[in-house]
């Protein structure tokens, strides 16, 4: 095999394994996977608040980060709120609530 194949070879076999090591995910970043995951937890939860009476026409902010749930935004009372992460909590793929709602 000629040397330059060889190092053809090499800088082939170094592109495939940076291209998957970029997917992986860390402490602070999201895997692609997880990245995927999360947005389709954010929409189920934002339906779950849109279907709820109670909540359909209420500020409320969603971000999920490894299937951490945080809530933002404002509503009108304390009652509004917990019944906001209690119908958060029912979603799948929800492992953790994180309440910053605050009432107006």
Do not use: H, P
């Not at 359909?56 to 490894?66: A, G, L, Q, R």
Request: some cysteine; hydrophobic content about 50%.
């Amino acid at each position: 095999m000629s040397k330059l194949n060889l190092i053809a070879r090499f800088l082939l076999s170094l592109l495939l394994i940076m291209a998957i090591a970029g997917c992986a995910g860390s402490k602070v970043s999201e895997s692609t996977g997880e990245y995927f995951d999360d947005s389709m937890v954010t929409a189920k939860v934002k339906s779950a608040i849109l279907a709820d009476s109670r909540l359909k026409m209420m500020d409320i902010k969603v971000i999920t980060f490894k299937g951490a749930v945080q809530l933002s935004g404002f509503v009108d009372s304390a009652d509004v709120a917990t019944r906001a992460v209690q119908v958060v909590r029912t979603v799948k793929g929800v492992k953790v609530v994180n309440n910053s709602l605050v009432v107006k």
